[in-house]
């Protein structure tokens, strides 16, 4: 039997993930892999994990087995409360939702707040997985334009004062895909231009744990509360597997939320919730932290090292303070992606820009790395043959070198 034609319309706006599909080729023996935002399984805290379960069997018993309430395991919801009031986001245990990773909540916000033809702000480049989350609804993206320290403000205003936006997502701490911040001053005047709109933005949070230096700004959701669903994970600083997100929202939307997540799943795995309530009510988090970031911050540093000496001039990148990506940005028009064929016959992969713009046509000559995979050694060869491989397609482009070069 053919099915095609039993396949619901939305299903034209839904594509294979492209990182996705791109970890399935690096994946083979001798690849170096600097695509996709992996975290290094020596991260994970393994050696607390027998006991952390054996935590919360005594603790809960059969009760860890169970079904739980749709918003999430009430304990883990109380430590995050009081994580979350740390960084400036105050949200009681019953203001917080738990969702099986942020993920969940992308596709449940566009489930909840997009009908066909919503206008749609995001970034320009932005993060692939909420571009992929979104498009089944149908939105029409409007571009942010975005500079070294983040989204602009006055076109984060001129957007919102030229018509209907439904909401506006970011993810100003350590981009994907980009590694930039929005500085204190510059959240604060994104504060004040959406409290002026009445606007709503979704804030994506989940690498600013992973901080090798300078100072923290608070979340944009600590400026504007009423105005901002604030979305995170556990997934970089415990273990992704156990698809643990969550999120703080005005009571409107988190009511909505929950209604959706009960469609979805009824609720998140309650044994990983307890794990993870363990994980930081214990401390555990506090004492595991730095392990993770002497971890990645040598990692960012031979690559930031190695793209210095083996990048061509023509090359420009940023120099992030953390989290897990560095993006680099051709002048002249290379095309990444023939880099990128060419590099992964040689056993080295990145994700082309492209794949970050809600738009076609952009970003043909970026490329976005991950340093937090690879060990440092990995890296400083990965980044020569890339550096080899942007060379030959520059001199391709000027003509001075043959397609069999």
């Known amino acids: 039997m053919k099915f095609e034609h039993l396949l619901a319309a939305r299903t034209l706006k839904i594509h294979d993930n492209a990182i996705r599909e791109i970890l399935k080729v690096v994946s083979r023996p001798g690849m170096i892999s600097l695509a996709g935002g992996i975290p290094a399984p020596e991260s994970f805290p393994m050696e607390i994990m027998n006991g952390l379960s054996a935590a919360v069997i005594e603790k809960y018993g059969s009760g860890a087995f169970q079904y739980d309430l749709t918003e999430g395991f009430m304990p883990l919801r109380e430590a995050l409360s009081v994580r979350l009031e740390r960084k400036g986001v105050t949200a009681s245990p019953e203001e917080i939702i738990i969702a099986s990773g942020s993920q969940g909540f992308l596709d449940a916000l566009g489930k909840v707040l997009i009908t066909r033809g919503d206008r749609v702000a995001v970034e320009a480049p932005t993060y692939l997985g909420a571009i992929s989350a979104f498009n089944p609804y149908e939105p029409e993206y409007v571009r942010l334009e975005t500079d070294e320290d983040g989204v602009v403000p006055e076109s984060l205003e001129r957007t919102l004062a030229s018509g209907s936006v439904k909401f506006v997502y970011l993810v100003p701490t350590f981009q994907n895909p980009t590694g930039r911040t929005i500085p204190l001053a510059r959240r604060r005047e994104i504060a004040r231009i959406i409290q002026t709109y009445d606007a709503l933005v979704i804030e994506d949070d989940p690498y600013s744990d992973l901080r090798y230096r ?66 930081l009510a214990g401390g555990h988090l506090e004492r595991h932290l730095p392990g993770i970031l002497a971890l990645y911050r040598p990692r960012q540093e031979a690559m930031l090292t190695a793209m210095a000496a083996c990048f061509p ?93």
């Open 214 to 279: 300078g100072e923290a700004p608070p979340p944009v959701k600590s400026f504007a509360p009423d105005h901002v669903v604030y979305i995170s994970t556990l997934s970089k600083i415990l273990a992704p597997g156990l698809r643990i997100g969550f999120c703080a929202a005005p009571p409107l939307i988190r009511e909505w939320l929950v209604r959706v997540k009960q469609g979805t799943d009824l609720h998140t795995s309650t044994f990983n919730q307890a794990l993870a309530a363990e994980y």
């Open 313 to 405: 001039e023509t090359i420009r990148w940023s120099r992030p303070e953390g989290g897990m990506f560095i993006w680099a940005d051709a002048d002249g028009g290379v095309d990444m992606e023939t880099v990128y064929q060419r590099a992964v016959a040689r056993n080295t992969a990145f994700v082309p820009g492209r794949y970050f713009y809600a738009h076609d046509g952009e970003g043909r000559g970026a490329m976005r790395l991950n340093f937090t995979l690879a060990e440092a050694e990995e890296i400083r060869r990965a980044v020569k043959i890339l550096g080899e491989e942007i060379d030959w397609a520059s001199q391709k482009k000027s003509g001075s070198v043959s397609e069999m070069s």
